[in-house]
Nanobody, 127 residues
Framework: QVQLVESGGGLVQVGDSLRLSCTASGRSIAQYGMGWFRQAPGKEREFVAYFSRNRSPRSTLYTDSVKGRFTISRDNARNTVSLQMSSLKPEDTAVYFC??????????????????WGQGTQVTVSS
């Protein structure tokens, strides 16, 4: 079992930056691919970013709407995953979830591929 706890959400202005953190316990995240998802009110949970368990050149992947603005990172020694968000927009407003997947196959963008989830942290971008 892996327990995931997100932190760092809050209310920010358009153009601001925010850093989300996800702290894992129970097992090392080194054996998991780690993802960030978000869910806006009335919408389905959507993929945001992914960091695979290996460190190949394509180890980090993003949805198009956040490319160049968000950066996912992981620190296996500290058992944490972070999401640095910059140039925030009102459409980034959502509850952000951290997730872990053990499978090497499948679509990392699909929430059904993930085995463990955090409880989420609210990010609100005000204009």
């Amino acid at each position: 079992q892996v327990q995931l706890v997100e932190s760092g959400g809050g209310l920010v202005q358009v153009g601001d930056s925010l850093r989300l953190s996800c702290t894992a316990s129970g097992r090392s995240i080194a054996q998991y691919g780690m993802g960030w998802f978000r869910q806006a009110p009335g919408k389905e949970r959507e993929f945001v970013a992914y960091f695979s368990r290996n460190r190949s050149p394509r180890s980090t992947l993003y949805t198009d709407s956040v490319k160049g603005r968000f950066t996912i990172s992981r620190d296996n020694a500290r058992n944490t995953v972070s999401l640095q968000m910059s140039s925030l927009k009102p459409e980034d407003t959502a509850v952000y979830f951290c997730a872990a997947r053990s499978s090497y196959a499948g679509d990392y963008r699909s929430r059904t591929e993930y085995d463990y989830w955090g409880q989420g942290t609210q990010v609100t971008v005000s204009s």
